[in-house]
């Protein structure tokens, strides 16, 4: 730290991304990306688009805000797009959080969330989940904070029904709800469609996962008009070129291309149930994941030594060290032939063990 950086950051413990290794080729389950490319048209519109890039972007974001718009069935000045959900994320912090609105989220969730919490120095409360690592909804009714429930969860996996969302959102009528559906497409049951009801709700979605496009940085957030205009306030206060050229056109291509991301989905989906039973039929228990992950822990590998065994031999997955979960490892799912290996691997790990 120098000695010029400000006081108000010096504690500040900054996210830490999972590992993106260059030394060597891994087989990476460790960031929850998508095993597929991106759309080939999304590769052209950008190809295409970077022969402009001596202009600024639309800053408005129209053409492809119209056209998300259209993906979720809801009007233009319904949706923000932003640089990843992650930034969305952030301006939900920065809008609807102070010292009367606190925020509030689970224990275990989204390591980011209280990151932006302490960046925009707003107090916080997290709230533990049950013991089978579910949200309890009712430890959400009436709470009067600014609530962050990401759903599906992370990196549990699990997910709650819309209709709990919808008790969360009736019995906190005078705060925002912020419901962040990162891994929605691969089994969740969106909030979207509730946003017309409830005007404290903000669902936030992503390109990243997918939609292949976690390089490109693109997610959106979708809400009541006036929630679109606070939160265009804070876009506008910090970076309003926020979508850069090249990203605004590969979003348009690979919405232009749903097809190609309803198969990777459905992919996706059986490579989980595939690695889901393998793993079970060594001797995992696993979370009921709706997501691009499974969640595992086995009672003779620690999460930290499987983690590190893998690694040992090419392939990354994710180890948290908060203890509630130590025993346990995240696992992103790969293509077919990967998962194959990781479970090849496992089988021959715990053989050596014999
Ligand atoms: N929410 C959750 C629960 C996540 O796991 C992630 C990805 N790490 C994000 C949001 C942010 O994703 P992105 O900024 O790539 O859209």
């Keep these: 730290m120098s000695r010029f950086f400000s006081g ?20 990476k389950l460790n960031t929850n990306e998508s ?13 295409e688009a970077a022969e402009q890039l001596q202009l600024y972007p ?30 969305i994320l952030n301006f ?3 809008a609807y959080c102070d010292s009367t609105h606190p925020a509030v989220f689970p224990d275990i969730t989204y390591g980011f969330y209280p990151v932006f919490a302490k960046i925009n120095t707003v107090p916080y409360e997290e709230i533990p989940l049950r013991e089978d690592f579910t949200i309890g909804v009712r430890d959400y009714l009436s709470l009067d904070k600014t609530i962050f429930i990401a759903n599906p969860n992370a990196p549990t996996g699990i997910t709650l029904s819309r209709a709990d969302i919808e008790k969360i959102l009736k019995s906190n009528p005078d705060t925002v709800v912020v ?6 497409d691969f089994g969740g049951e969106s909030c979207v469609p509730l946003i017309r009801k409830y005007d404290n709700l903000l669902v936030t979605q992503t390109f990243s996962k ?3 496009m976690a390089g490109a940085r693109l997610g959106f957030g979708v809400g ?23 990203t605004m056109a590969a979003g348009l291509g690979t919405l232009s291309d749903p097809d190609y991301t309803a198969a990777n989905c459905r992919t996706v989906i059986e490579n989980r149930e595939y690695t889901t039973r393998a793993l079970e039929n060594l001797g995992f228990t696993l979370t009921d994941s709706r997501t691009n992950f499974v969640f595992a822990t086995h009672p003779a590998f620690p999460g930290d030594s499987l983690y590190k065994k893998l690694r040992a031999r090419g392939i990354l997955i994710r180890h948290f060290t908060h203890p509630k979960i130590a025993d346990y490892n995240r696992i992103t799912i790969g293509s077919r032939a990967e998962m194959e290996v990781l479970v090849k691997t496992i089988t021959e790990l715990m053989e050596e063990r014999k």
């Design 92 to 94: 939900a912090f920065m």
């Design 179 to 184: 419901v962040d559906e990162a891994y929605v």
């Design 35 to 47: 095993p597929f490319p991106p759309s080939e048209k999304a590769r052209e519109a950008a190809a």
């Design 8 to 27: 108000k950051f010096s504690s500040l413990v900054p996210y830490t991304p999972g590992e993106q290794p260059k030394d060597r080729q891994f087989i």
């Design 210 to 212: 997918s939609r292949s």
């Design 224 to 246: 009541n008009r006036a929630l679109i205009q606070d939160l265009n306030t804070i876009k506008y206060s910090t970076n309003p070129y926020n979508i850069n050229a090249m």
């Design 58 to 87: 639309d800053p408005e974001c129209r053409r492809l805000t119209e056209a998300v718009a259209n993906m979720l069935g809801v009007r233009p000045d319904e949706v923000l797009l932003t640089n990843g959900s992650d930034e």
